[in-house]
C-alpha cells in the first residue's frame, strides 16, 4: 500500500522517529519515547504533526441549517471565531464521528474530523446534503501542527505580533507566525495541558515546523509522538473514536451528553434523547487499578461477585502519576465508586476502582 507523506517527514525520519503506517499515512509515533514525551508535554512544551486530520469547508446560505441537522450541539450560538466540539451521530444515535466545527466567517464553516473517518464523514454528509451548500474536502492541502503545553503561549508569542494567551479556549484567529501567513490559530487540542493548534497551507508546513523547532530550542521543546497524543488524552478522559465511541455508541453511553442539545434538531436526536431520560444499559467510566497491572482494550470487567459487567476501551500506565488508568463501559446498574472491580489480565482478575476523569 503507498502511504501519504506528511510535509515534515524527512524531519520525522532524520530526527529518529518510529514510523507506523496510521490512517492512510507514515506518521512518528515516538521519537525518544513516549514517557519523556509525555513529560514534556505536560510539564514544558512540544509540537504534534497530526496533519492526518481531515478538514472540510461547509459554505453557502442554508450552511447553519445543515449543520445543525447533521451535527449534534448548538450550531446557531456559534460566532465568527467560535469552535466548538460536536459529533456526527446516525439515525440510532450512535457516533459515525467527533469532530470540532469552526465558525470561519458568515456561512462558511470548517469541520476537523478524524483522519480514520475521513471518507467515511464526507459520504455521510454528501448523503444528506439537500440544502444550498457546498462540501469541500481540503484536507490534501492543509497541515495541522499542534503546539501543545503550559509554555506554548510563551514560545509562539516570541514569533507573533499578537498575544496568543489572550485567545480564549475553543476560540481562534486567523494571523501570521514569523513570516508564514494565514494561518488558523485555534486555542483547541487534545492533550489538556494547553496550547494551540496551528491549520497552515501545505506549501508553508515546512518553513513553519523549522521555525518553530528552531525558537523552541529556548524552551526545551521537542517533537511528540502519536504514542503520547494518546496517553495524554486518556489522562484527560477524552475519547478516541475507534476505540471508546463508535456508530454503535451513543453520546450518552460516551458521557457526551452536553455535546448534544435538547433544543435543537438532529439525526439521531429521538434515540439520544431516550437514553438520556431512561438512563443508557452502559456508560463509559474512567477507572484506576489497585494492583499491578496495564489495562487493554477488550479487557473484560467483573464486580466483586465475578459477574462480568463491562469491557476495558483504553488503557495504559499514566506516565504524569505511574498508576495504570483506564476507560471502559460497564452496565449502567454497577456503577458504583465505593466498590471494587476487576479487570482480567492474562487470566487474573486484578483490582481498581472507578475514578473519575481527568486522571490528574
Not at 469552526?102 to 464523514?121: E, F, G, P, R, T
Not at 454497577?334 to 476487576?342: C, P
Request: overall charge positive.
Amino acid at each position: 500500500m503507498n502511504y501519504k507523506k506528511l510535509q515534515n517527514e524527512k524531519y520525522h525520519i532524520s530526527a529518529g522517529a518510529k514510523m507506523v503506517p496510521f490512517a492512510g499515512y507514515n506518521m512518528p509515533i515516538w521519537y525518544t519515547s513516549i514517557a519523556d514525551e509525555h513529560n514534556c508535554v505536560r510539564n514544558n512544551v512540544g509540537i504534534f504533526d497530526v496533519s492526518h486530520m481531515g478538514e472540510f469547508i461547509v459554505s453557502g446560505i442554508e450552511s447553519i441549517k445543515f449543520l445543525q441537522k447533521v451535527t449534534s450541539n448548538n450550531i446557531e450560538k456559534l460566532k465568527v471565531g467560535n469552535a466548538q466540539y460536536s459529533s456526527l451521530t446516525n439515525e440510532n444515535g450512535g457516533i459515525i464521528d467527533d469532530l470540532i466545527v469552526y465558525c470561519l466567517d458568515i456561512n462558511k464553516y470548517m469541520l476537523v474530523v478524524n483522519a480514520s473517518n475521513m471518507k467515511k464523514d464526507l459520504d455521510w454528509l454528501e448523503k444528506h446534503n439537500s440544502y444550498k451548500v457546498k462540501i469541500e474536502n481540503i484536507s490534501s492541502n492543509i497541515s495541522l501542527l499542534a503546539v501543545q503545553g503550559p509554555k506554548a503561549s510563551s514560545l509562539l508569542n516570541t514569533m507573533s505580533n499578537t498575544d496568543l494567551s489572550t485567545i480564549k479556549f475553543y476560540n481562534f484567529i486567523v494571523d501570521k507566525i514569523s513570516n508564514v501567513k494565514n494561518i488558523i490559530i485555534s486555542a483547541t487540542g487534545y492533550t489538556g495541558a494547553g496550547g494551540f493548534e496551528l491549520y497552515v497551507s501545505n506549501k508553508d508546513a515546512t518553513k513553519l515546523w523549522n521555525k518553530i523547532i528552531q525558537i523552541g530550542k529556548k524552551y526545551d521543546l521537542q517533537p511528540i509522538g502519536l504514542g503520547a497524543r494518546d496517553t495524554l488524552r486518556l489522562e484527560m478522559g477524552y475519547c478516541l473514536h475507534g476505540s471508546d465511541i463508535n456508530d454503535q455508541i451513543n453520546p450518552i453511553e460516551a458521557g457526551l451528553d452536553w455535546i448534544c442539545k435538547k433544543n435543537v434538531d438532529y439525526i439521531g436526536k429521538n434515540a439520544i434523547d431516550s437514553d438520556r431520560e431512561n438512563n443508557p444499559s452502559k456508560k463509559l467510566i474512567g477507572f484506576t487499578l489497585t494492583e499491578k497491572g496495564i489495562p487493554r482494550s477488550g479487557y473484560k470487567i467483573f464486580n466483586s461477585k465475578g459477574n462480568e459487567i463491562g469491557t476495558v476501551t483504553s488503557g495504559s500506565i499514566s506516565p504524569s502519576t505511574g498508576k495504570a488508568i483506564g476507560l471502559g463501559f460497564i452496565k449502567f446498574s454497577e456503577i458504583d465508586y465505593k466498590k471494587s472491580i476487576f479487570i482480567e489480565i492474562r487470566n487474573k482478575k486484578i483490582e481498581g476502582k472507578l475514578s473519575k476523569t481527568p486522571f490528574i
